[in-house]
């Protein structure tokens, strides 16, 4: 018998891996650690923010997921002033989007990326690239 289905997920896409994210930031590395971001933790920053801006909300959530390599905060809510007043726009921009993006599905899709190509270049035509 192969299990409940809620424990296979929790299993494969449960919220207790670490992930590293790395960020480049003015041509200096940036990384930080989080675990994978849950909707319960989105739903809470967005409470938090107080505000329909997302930027504002991003803002709640990387002060809530970064961490540093022993697992503590890389940031407080007493952060939040200065990376929304004193850090230029697309620099936290690039950090809020680290948060986001799902590194295994980007993996997925440059690998199927390049297998198309591949197979473009395969039927005789020329790969763009």
Request: proline share 4%; no cysteine; net charge negative.
């Amino acid at each position: 018998m192969p299990g409940r289905a809620i424990d296979r997920l929790l299993k494969v896409a449960g919220n207790t891996r670490k992930i590293q994210k790395q960020v480049l930031i003015k041509g200096e590395e940036f990384s930080f650690w989080m675990t994978p971001l849950t909707i319960a933790e989105q739903r809470a920053a967005e409470k938090q923010s107080r505000s329909d801006d997302v930027t504002d909300t991003g803002i709640q959530l990387l002060i809530k997921k970064a961490k540093d390599d022993n697992d503590q905060p890389l940031f407080t809510p007493a952060d939040a002033p200065t990376l929304r007043n004193a850090i230029e726009r697309a620099e936290v921009e690039k950090l809020l989007l680290a948060l986001l993006v799902n590194d295994e599905e980007e993996e997925e899709q440059q690998e199927l990326d390049m297998k198309s190509a591949d197979e473009t270049v395969g039927k005789g035509k020329r790969s763009v690239g």
